[in-house]
């Protein structure tokens, strides 16, 4: 008998999705592209058609009604993939769910905002739109320091691992296009290329260690930062540690109290 006929047509599996979140201060399309132009430096591919969930909570009451349409376009011009959209309205509904776009639960609460962190901006004053690393998902509880998830093997370009609930440790070299996401802390005993995005629930406490840290970017409780241009020399392949300083990304040495 033929193996296929042992194979089901179609599994089902949990999978963890991470998204980033496009939080909207204005609904001026104008403005909007002005902001993500700057973000991204002109850089093509700031964002690697990352699954973004849009949130309206923060646009001032009477602005402007959104044009979806517009809104899709302008954020796949900077390739983030919008999928959904967090804390609007019901008269929003209809329009939303028209452009395909899903709608989260009323009741489901902003992993980047959790009551016990100061919530997560990339920059102190608004902006029209910031954009930061989030869960598309239901929180997951903080880690208790006695969960980790070890990996041995080098984490390859293209790879994404996520350690939920806990800290992350790595003990093999992270590749320049690999993703590493914890709940908790990252470890990396050995070369960290590509990006590490730690307190991915929200715990602004978490932090990153490598022992060579030449990271693309770095995010902590949704609060990044990127090095186009390299990463500080006086930190570049040394032991270093990566903590957040109110709305700050800071840069430690793990041997020395010099701050970047």
């Excluded at 991470?18 to 430096?41: C, P, Q, Y």
């Excluded at 849009?54 to 009451?61: F, G, K, Q, S, T």
């Amino acid at each position: 008998m033929s193996k296929s006929l042992f194979q089901k047509p179609i599994e089902i599996k949990i999978s963890t999705v991470v998204a980033v979140s496009a939080i909207l201060a204005t609904a001026d399309s104008i403005a909007l592209d002005a902001a993500l132009a700057e973000m991204t430096g002109g850089t093509a591919d700031f964002f690697e058609d990352d699954i973004t969930v849009i949130d309206v909570a923060a646009l001032p009451a009477g602005c402007d009604p959104i044009d979806w349409g517009s809104l899709i376009a302008l954020l796949k011009k900077y390739r983030l993939n919008p999928v959904a959209v967090r804390n609007a309205p019901p008269e929003m509904a209809a329009d939303i769910a028209a452009h395909g776009l899903t709608l989260e639960p009323a009741n489901a609460k902003p992993r980047e905002e959790p009551e016990h962190a100061p919530a997560q901006r990339p920059v102190p004053a608004p902006a029209p739109v910031a954009v930061a690393a989030a869960q598309a998902q239901p929180p997951a509880p903080a880690s208790n320091g006695t969960e980790v998830m070890i990996i041995d093997t080098p984490v390859r370009a293209g790879q994404r691992i996520y350690a939920r609930g806990c800290d992350l440790v790595v003990t093999a070299v992270v590749n320049n296009g690999a993703e590493i996401i914890a709940d908790g802390s990252i470890h990396v005993y050995n070369t960290l290329n590509g990006r590490a995005l730690a307190g991915a629930s929200g715990n602004a406490q978490a932090r990153i260690f490598a022992l060579n840290m030449s990271p693309e970017l770095v995010s902590i409780a949704g609060v990044y930062s990127t090095f186009e241009d390299g990463f500080p020399t006086e930190y570049a392949r040394s032991p270093t540690q990566i903590r957040l300083v109110g709305d700050r990304i800071d840069i430690l040495s793990v041997n020395t109290a010099n701050r970047a």
